[in-house]
């Protein structure tokens, strides 16, 4: 197979896409010479052919669509639900999806998968949805991977949705990385930001990288439906308005479909606290700084009255102070919510990547050098064994607790 | 049993910075690692191979480069270590990238058990595991923070969700992506060592796969790059001073709305 993308003999040496390269692929040994395009780094974004100005840069378009894109309608949500109940981040979808519909001039549909979930899709319309693909057997009772896929992938491939989001959650991830692989479409994961292409309508797909310190921009110009699974908390819930009218289509499936090699045996939720920590609005973290298990406590308190779930550095989970699933950072969960509390967490580049992006940020700590300052909204250089219980007890006050 | 671990070579920090004149990616003189994540993926063979006897593979997609990230994993004790590597690969996705992986992996034949880590750190999907298993039918368990038992048909695993754990049993061959829960990776030996430089990593190009050229690199990758951009900076906010009797009061005062406000 020859290169898809090479430097022709037009080539002055300017040397301007040895600059353009977001990935530095591209490299001139001496002024004189054509620059050397490494492929292996080299992801044919195109900025190098964008920025020579001698038109010296041939890089291999992609075949054209061998689909009909005009015959994908509507935007898709997979409404994602636990033991019947409607997950939080469905009505963000519905509540972003409502604006892409919009603008495509296009339906809002929501999928939902389950038993004995037809009273839901009342919730789901009176949130926006104009149509519910509703698939209602005691096989979907529970999520599977493999059952799940495939009564999605039967789905897609006989309503062809032009776009399709999902939450960026464990099942969400799991689940449509499999129906994106079997329905040849194109994929983007844990979306930030969502719009429409006005030239091309294609669906323009923000996603942080390298843990949030870059941002890029995908689309899919050549597959359809769009795909992009979206972080949590991000968007704006959907309002309900009961007067909102939409239809259910009750979907046959083959009975086939709906069998699963693995099998869920049981289910055992944390006991350890309550709140999930991708879902809280606000979450209260603790580091090395709180020295013990015990010291967790503190952290709890405050949770507890200002209604917050309990995050943690690695440093914490490492030490056995608290369960690996509220780590926050690189090797844990990424979270954004409104108010991130951090006391005794130093803010090392990995822990950051997991909450930089929460709207207000708070840092407790005794060191005034510390990197967590950098990324707060307020600061506090103290101790946190003086801060925290005075923050619980005048919160306490404050809110009426 | 033959496992068969999946690793990724991605620059050693997320700390990259986009340079604000050039507009490029500034990621000079960073080291290249194995993915944090398949590091646990690598123990975890390591560690079930332990158990039951059996062989594990590293498998890469990547350029020559990536062969030293296959020598540390065969440093930590893997048997032996596959490089894909061809110009065609250039450009791939997360769909490209499974579909050569799996094609590797049907080549490779007999498997039981496919390890990824939960995600990789620089493109941060999740979405190269299961795409694994789909390409070639598989039942996959992602997030797996604990094997609770394995023998020659099945496997029982741990799923870690948002608000607890599943328990999923699937008969094998069945693909894993495991998170950092499950093990704590081990140094390599001396001996394994000694292994890693001795080694012959085999090398295989998109010819020796049969793969479709259309399902390779940039023409099997349905996603499109259209701009990269550093997000708006955050500015490190007011520092709030004096004692904490002082402070607690106007900290409680700038957050109060927001608070009220994130319950609703
Ligand atoms: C591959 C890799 C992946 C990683 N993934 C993650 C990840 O997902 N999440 C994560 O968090 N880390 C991760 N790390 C680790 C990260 O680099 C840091 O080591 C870790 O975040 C440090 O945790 P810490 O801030 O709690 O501890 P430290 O860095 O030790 O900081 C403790 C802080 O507490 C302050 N302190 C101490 N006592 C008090 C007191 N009484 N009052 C107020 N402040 C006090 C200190 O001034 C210090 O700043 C990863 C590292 C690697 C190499
Ligand atoms: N190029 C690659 N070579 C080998 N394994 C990979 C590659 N890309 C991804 N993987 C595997 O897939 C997992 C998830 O990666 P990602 O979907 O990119 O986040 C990683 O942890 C690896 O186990």
Same mark, same amino acid.
């Given at each position: 197979m020859s290169d898809p993308i090479k430097i022709n003999e037009k080539c002055v040496f300017c040397g301007a896409c040895v600059k353009a390269c977001p990935f530095g692929a591209i490299t001139q040994t001496e002024r004189k010479t054509v620059p050397v395009i490494d492929l292996m780094k080299c992801t044919l974004c195109g900025a190098c052919v964008a920025s020579c100005k001698f038109d010296a840069i041939w890089m291999k378009e992609k075949s054209a669509a061998t689909i009909d894109l005009s015959s994908f309608k509507d935007v898709w949500v997979f409404a994602e639900q636990h033991d019947g109940v409607i997950q939080s981040i469905t009505f963000? @979808? +519905? =509540?972003?999806?409502?604006?892409?519909?919009?603008?495509?001039?296009?339906?809002?549909? *929501?999928? @939902? +998968? =389950?038993?004995?979930?037809?009273?839901?899709?009342?919730?789901?319309?009176?949130?926006? *949805?104009?149509?519910?693909?509703?698939?209602?057997?005691?096989?979907?009772?529970?999520?599977q991977d493999e059952s799940y896929a495939n009564v999605l992938i039967d789905l897609v491939k006989r309503h062809k949705p032009n776009v399709f989001l999902c939450g960026a959650s464990t099942i969400g991830r799991s689940l449509v990385s499999r129906v994106a692989v079997r329905v040849n479409a194109g994929l983007t994961a844990d979306c930030t930001a969502l719009a429409i292409d006005p030239k091309t309508l294609n669906l323009l797909q923000t996603r942080p990288a390298f843990g949030g310190n870059i941002m890029a921009t995908i689309e899919t110009p050549n597959a359809r439906p769009q795909m992009a699974t979206v972080r949590h908390k991000v968007m704006k819930e959907a309002d309900?308005?009961?007067?909102?009218?939409?239809?259910?289509?009750?979907?046959?499936?083959?009975?086939?479909?709906?069998?699963?090699?693995?099998?869920?045996?049981?289910?055992?939720?944390?006991?350890?606290?309550?709140?999930?920590?991708?879902e809280a609005n606000i979450i209260v973290s603790g580091g090395r700084g709180l020295q013990t298990a015990e010291n967790f406590a503190l952290l709890r308190e405050l949770a507890d009255v200002i209604g917050a779930g309990v995050g943690a550095s690695r440093a914490a989970v490492d030490s056995n102070w608290i369960p690996y699933s509220h780590q926050v950072g690189q090797t844990g969960k990424t979270v954004c919510p409104k108010i991130y509390i951090a006391a005794g967490i130093s803010g090392q580049i990995q822990h950051l990547a997991g909450m930089q992006s929460s709207d207000i940020i708070v840092a407790i700590n005794k060191d005034a050098d510390a990197p967590i300052f950098k990324v707060a909204t307020y600061g506090i250089v103290g101790d946190l064994f003086e801060i925290l219980p005075l923050l619980t007890q005048q919160f306490r006050k404050v809110l009426g607790k | 049993m033959r496992y068969v671990v999946c690793i990724k070579q991605v620059p050693e920090t997320t700390d990259v910075k986009i340079n604000p004149e050039t507009n490029t990616l500034m990621r000079d003189g960073v080291a290249a690692i194995i993915n944090p994540f398949d590091m646990y993926a690598i123990e975890e063979g390591l560690r079930l191979k332990a158990k039951t006897g059996g062989t594990v593979t590293v498998l890469s997609m990547g350029p020559p480069q990536a062969d030293a990230a296959l020598r540390e994993a065969i440093s930590m004790g893997a048997d032996d270590g596959i490089l894909l590597s061809d110009r065609a690969f250039a450009g791939s996705d997360t769909w490209a990238t499974s579909y050569t992986l799996a094609m590797a992996i049907r080549k490779i034949g007999a498997f039981d058990i496919i390890l990824c880590g939960k995600q990789a750190s620089d493109g941060d999907t999740a979405q190269v595991g299961p795409g694994i298993?789909?390409?070639?039918?598989?039942?996959?368990?992602?997030?797996?923070?604990?094997?609770?038992?394995?023998?020659?048909?099945?496997?029982?695993?741990?799923?870690?969700?948002?608000?607890?754990?599943?328990?999923?049993?699937?008969?094998?061959?069945?693909?894993?992506?495991?998170?950092?829960?499950?093990?704590?990776?081990?140094?390599?030996?001396l001996k394994g060592k000694l292994a890693a430089k001795k080694a012959?990593?085999?090398?295989?190009?998109?010819?020796?796969?049969?793969?479709?050229?259309?399902?390779?690199?940039?023409?099997?990758?349905?996603?499109?790059?259209?701009?990269?951009?550093?997000?708006?900076?955050?500015?490190?906010?007011e520092m709030l001073k004096g004692e904490p009797s002082e402070i607690v009061p106007q900290l409680i005062a700038k957050l109060k709305d927001a608070i009220l406000g994130a319950a609703n």
């Open positions: 963000e @979808l +519905l =509540g972003e999806g409502r604006k892409l519909a919009d603008s495509l001039g296009m339906k809002l549909c *929501a999928v @939902l +998968l =389950g038993s004995n979930v037809q009273k839901q899709t009342a919730e789901l319309i009176a949130r926006g *949805a104009d149509k519910v693909y509703l698939v209602d057997r005691p096989a979907l009772e529970h999520f309900v308005n009961p007067a909102h009218k939409g239809e259910v289509s009750m979907e046959t499936i083959a009975e086939v479909l709906l069998h699963s090699k693995a099998r869920r045996l049981k289910f055992v939720p944390e006991t350890e606290t309550t709140m999930n920590i991708a | 298993a789909i390409h070639l039918d598989l039942p996959q368990i992602t997030y797996v923070r604990k094997i609770e038992s394995i023998d020659e048909k099945t496997i029982v695993a741990e799923r870690l969700m948002e608000n607890g754990y599943e328990v999923i049993q699937a008969p094998l061959p069945c693909v894993l992506t495991v998170v950092k829960e499950i093990n704590e990776p081990r140094l390599p030996s012959v990593i085999t090398t295989w190009k998109a010819a020796d796969l049969q793969c479709d050229p259309k399902c390779i690199g940039l023409e099997g990758s349905p996603t499109k790059v259209v701009k990269i951009f550093t997000p708006p900076a955050r500015q490190g906010g």
